[in-house]
């Protein structure tokens, strides 16, 4: 599967973004599609993850009750609507995907097809 992350850009703290992630190739229901991102300097770090149906989603502790994961599996896409912006939210997002049917995996390593990554950038 190929994956294309889209809806990044710059917004004030407290303001609201999302973000897409299209993909392409079948059988995009069956994947657990996920966020992560990387801060200049830093690693990159789990943000959030969604089952193939999307009855299940796991979320970063400093991420819960702002950002919201979902996703379209007619439109082959998934989202991550962010809310409450702050600034050591901005880095580069890329969304994730595998085929594996957990979706409380956090790791990096964990998940096999990536999208380019969409820069979000919060100022104060």
């Known amino acids: 599967v190929q994956l294309q992350a889209s809806g990044g850009g710059l917004v004030q703290a407290g303001g609201s973004l999302t973000l897409s992630c299209a993909a392409s190739?079948?059988?995009?229901?069956?994947?657990?599609m996920a966020w992560f991102r990387q801060a200049p300097g830093k690693e990159r770090e789990f943000v959030a993850a969604?089952?193939?149906?999307?009855?299940?989603?796991y979320y970063l502790d400093s991420v819960k009750g702002r950002f919201t994961i979902s996703r379209d599996n007619a439109k082959n896409t998934a989202y991550l609507q962010m809310s409450s912006l702050k600034p050591e939210d901005t880095a580069v997002y890329y969304c994730?995907?595998?085929?594996?049917?957990?979706?409380?995996?956090?790791?990096?390593?964990?998940?096999?097809?990536w999208g380019q990554g969409t820069l979000v950038t919060v100022s104060s």
């Open positions: 969604i089952s193939w149906s999307g009855g299940g989603t």
């Open positions: 994730a995907a595998d085929s594996e049917s957990s979706w409380y995996r956090s790791a990096p390593d964990e998940y096999t097809y």
């Open positions: 190739g079948r059988a995009f229901s069956s994947y657990v």
